[in-house]
């Protein structure tokens, strides 16, 4: 059980170069969502994914795209990069269970840097 | 919506000293609430959780929490300090429901001294 994996762990981009952040949970969570941290910030919410085949706009969506590929599988795309994207990115999922429980689970982060 | 203000962004205690980080919230729902902790240069780490239970939460590592629905506040609490609990820390509010977003305070530093 490998909870909530993020790939790669670091990555620096040049401006303008694009590429996708993958996010995977093997928790059969509904519930996904990618975060980006900055200094001072806490963490601001980019996009979410409430199930399979939904996605929504966060707080900070403006120069990112996202995939919910399938239950498993959330990806965070970047067009072109701009310096104002250097951040720590995080991914998480979670899911109400019909007992009252609630999970949520947080991946490693992924560490960009844009030049 | 859903907002919340953590209200000092840097708490300094000594060693052995009560702390204390104060979390006030705002929801249309009945909310969830969750502290998360970061040590430097590493991922997040849930600490505690109020899930509409029982009002006064225990978390890891010494750490609890109350739920007042009056003063709509989280504060987290830990009776003695130690050394190891230097990080920065996240009050966290849910409205609740499923597939909602989790809205993130923008973090209490907390130091501690010898």
């Known amino acids: 059980n490998a909870g909530v994996t993020q790939t790669p762990k670091f990555q620096v981009l040049k401006t303008g170069q694009s590429m996708t952040l993958q996010c995977a949970q093997d928790?059969?969570?509904?519930?996904m969502y990618w975060y980006r941290q900055d200094p001072g910030m806490g963490l601001r919410l980019i996009y979410y994914s409430a199930s399979e085949g939904t996605t929504d706009k966060g707080e900070v969506p403006n120069g990112y795209n996202v995939s919910r590929l399938n239950k498993r599988e959330f990806s965070l795309r970047l067009e072109s990069a701009t310096p104002s994207q250097t951040s720590v990115y995080f991914c998480?999922?979670?899911?109400?269970w019909g007992d009252g429980r609630y999970e949520q689970y947080f991946g490693p982060g992924t560490r960009l840097t844009v030049t | 919506a859903q907002s919340v203000t953590q209200l000092d962004s840097h708490v300094s205690v000594s060693e052995g000293t009560p702390v204390l980080l104060r979390c006030n919230y705002s929801s249309s729902y009945s909310p969830s609430l969750f502290w998360y902790v970061q040590h430097p240069n590493k991922g997040l780490q849930l600490l505690l959780k109020?899930?509409?239970?029982?009002?006064l939460v225990k978390g890891i590592n010494g750490f609890e929490a109350e739920f007042k629905k009056s003063e709509t506040s989280f504060h987290l609490t830990k009776p003695s300090a130690h050394m190891s609990d230097a990080a920065e820390y996240f009050c966290v509010v849910s409205d609740g429901r499923a597939g909602t977003a989790l809205i993130f305070g923008k973090g209490t530093t907390l130091s501690v001294s010898s």
């Open positions: 928790m059969n969570h509904n519930s």
């Open positions: 998480a999922s979670s899911e109400w």
């Open positions: 109020y899930t509409s239970a029982a009002t």
